[in-house]
């Protein structure tokens, strides 16, 4: 980790940035798998997960008789775990459901939305060495409450040709009872395109590695929409001096362990912070199963110490962090300081991995500098606000004659007409 | 308008087809306009200035004097108009803003989203034959309720190097008071990535030719958020025995007369009606300034006879519409089935240009189908909604074990230690 006092301000765009993310020659590699799924559907599925995967399958779908197997698999204490995450995530996202008030903007005109749930959505869930069921909950669960009535989850076999257990349970909790044995690109494609086994989705989410990135983003050209854009996972701790140097140290090193790409700033004002934190990151290391991947990302990764806490309010707002942990201890105070990031632990109990998995937040966040302008994933990425309005004959008396003004200074002519015809009428009716 | 009468179940897909874009060869002309901006900011955006809408300008920013003799300029009837369509999209907008109600998801477990304003936002408005002062009403009012900070607008200069009266009378009644005298794809890769005189923004809004779609697609895949995606605008009209011809040909047309390219779909159960609203097409075209416009968008539209209301329900959903009207006698009844749309006018005195204008609704919409998983632009559009948390100490004592078990079941040792070191913490304190 690289440690850095008193910068000069000009130093802070450099200190700040991201990795840069280099897509192009993947994207070359991508289009042909989404073409050929297009073209051949199951066919190049079971082609691309031989390959890809290196198992022969017969049926993409996983059967009843899996997910049985998956729910006897799965120990009770971990059970228990998912149900109290279940039931957080699910108190949070039902708060976030929109009533449908009908507001009279003036006599005879009433205007209101509506949510509806996005008809068909589709998640991917990542295999590899860790099986993501937290990002199934996060995912599920705001679908299921949104009522999206098509609800399937693609995600890659093991060499045996099965899905992970907790994977299988956490879907069949959250009512996602379509599980696809596909992965990588080649699952984005079955979904954006559909295919003989695989239904086509209007909205795709979750994370993946740099081929399901860039095969969402290719689909999301062609038209069908993805939860937001995607980068390297990343945390910004802000810490004064009541931070104990070993809840730090962890909190780093929790997303340090994600990948060689992730990313970890800490700003403080307390010199004498940052020598016990480096202290500690090495003997947190040394427990570390996936310690090779923590040091790759500390390499990039920086201990700023900052001159006051206006100075750490701006470079914190600045980096626009996906997730930003408050460990000081007017963390209340701070709260209110914060002007953009994705998803914010307050005070010195609330680590990120507890809203990575439970505290009842959304873990599908902005990354990348995305927050200043994106929301994580919430019960609104599953519905659309459908707007309605109704006039009296009243309303569009009373209306009307503006709309016509405004439809002539635009020149639309027509778009006065559409008023006039009704209102000549009324005017017939007397 | 091609009427078809009766069609097969088969015939559906094809008779709601949208017009096929091609936008490839496109990108290709504006990439090289990014380019140029990127690198030579200011003096590139005059070089275009000067080529495509042939103007030298000095200053690129609209001036304090150009602001007042537009005030002057708008004439008093105009004025009030678009007075009283700003009062009902504010109305209808404050409505939209969102409380923070704190959820204690278990006890010692506090959630909260918060919306918080996305700084910086830039319009585009385009220039060309119709001023659409209407739109910075739409983009301006709720990006001043959401409170970004930074609102600029751009919009091509006539050959005079001045802009509309009225745009600039609407622009200053929102308050967005840097407007910039640039257009086309120029215009966009200015807020995208700032120049000398034109800042930088985080999202890009408002409508444009194809050179201003592709750009904004270009920008947002590079990072800069936009509104959404673009397609030609469109308005699916169901009406019953009761709809009047009159009404519903008026209403093809205002939607016809937008561009060649605009799509207009009808569908009825009333086979009565349709000799009759070919008829008005007929007489009501005669005395258009854009009949060629709308004639040819006419004659890529169709007419739909359907055999019951189940089916036009049916065909109405599939299409998913940008503006949907029903004009039907029991339109609340039918507001119920409507599963998919951009904006739903209801009943007989519900045109589209009440929308388009006034009712208070937002009028920037999801085209091309995308209303199957995108809303149209609201308050939210401004905001990014940032999730909070915050744990006591019983907090993660109650939580704490649960997440420690999940992260092992996700193979995240250093997740869970962020948990740990602090219950052991909390333990050593007893």
């Known amino acids: 980790m690289k440690v850095v006092r008193y910068p000069q301000q ?10 840069v993310m280099e897509a192009t020659d993947i994207m070359d590699r991508v289009k042909p798998i989404l073409e050929a799924v297009k073209e051949k559907g199951d066919t190049a599925l079971k082609e691309f997960t031989e390959r890809f995967d290196r198992v022969e399958l017969t049926d993409l779908e996983v059967s009843y008789e899996e997910f049985e197997e998956a729910y006897s698999l799965v ?4 059970k228990e775990a ?7 995530i699910k108190r949070f996202h039902e708060s976030q459901k929109a009533s ?21 959505v589709g998640l991917y869930i990542p295999g590899g060495t860790a099986p993501l069921f937290s990002t199934i909950l996060m995912l599920g669960i705001p679908a299921s409450l949104a009522g999206c009535k098509e609800r399937i989850l693609c995600t890659p076999p093991g060499t045996d040709g099965k899905i992970n257990s907790a994977i299988l349970y956490t879907a069949q909790l959250v009512g996602v009872d379509k599980v696809f044995k596909v992965g990588g690109a080649q699952a984005i494609a079955a979904m954006a395109y559909g295919t003989e086994s695989i239904p086509q989705v209007y909205k795709i989410f979750g994370p993946g590695n740099q081929y399901v990135t860039a095969a969402k983003q290719a689909v999301f050209q062609e038209g069908t929409a993805i939860d937001m854009p995607a980068g390297p996972s990343e945390v910004m701790v802000v810490a004064d001096k009541t931070a104990p140097a070993s809840f730090i140290a962890a909190d780093l090193l929790a997303q340090a362990e994600h990948g060689i790409d992730s990313q970890v700033v ?3 004002t307390e010199e004498s912070l940052l020598p016990k934190v480096v202290a500690e990151i090495e003997q947190q290391l040394k427990n570390l199963p996936r310690a090779d991947f923590a040091r790759q990302s500390l390499a990039n990764s920086r201990a700023i110490l900052l001159k006051d806490d206006e100075t750490m309010v701006e470079w914190m707002n600045d980096y626009a962090a996906e997730h930003l942990i408050l460990s000081v201890e007017n963390d209340e ?16 109990y ?10 009842g937040t959304n873990h599908t966040l902005p990354t990348n500098g995305y927050a200043r302008a994106y929301s994580g994933v919430s019960l609104d990425s599953f519905v659309k606000k459908v707007t309605f309005q109704r006039l009296s004959k009243t309303g569009i008396q009373t209306l009307g004659p503006y709309v016509e003004k405004m439809a002539i200074a635009e020149n639309l002519q027509a778009h ?5 015809v009704r209102l000549e009428q009324l005017g017939k009716e007397g």
């Not at 449908?100 to 068909?120: D, F, Y």
Request: hydrophobic share 35%; glycine share 6%; net charge negative.
């Open 10 to 19: 000009e130093e802070k765009a450099d200190l700040l940035s991201r990795p």
């Open 75 to 78: 120990d009770q204490e971990l």
């Open 100 to 120: 449908t008030a009908v507001v009279h903007t003036m006599n005879g005109v009433q205007c209101w939305r509506k949510s509806l749930p996005i008809e068909k």
């Open 350 to 359: 609330s680590p990120e991995s507890i809203g990575d998995y439970a505290s």
């Open 266 to 268: 800490l700003l403080t």
């Open 333 to 348: 105070e701070w709260a209110e300081k914060v002007e953009t990031a994705g998803s914010v632990f307050l005070g010195h």
């Open 82 to 88: 998912i149900q109290v995450a279940y039931n957080n």
């Open 416 to 420: 006065k007409n559409a008023v006039s």
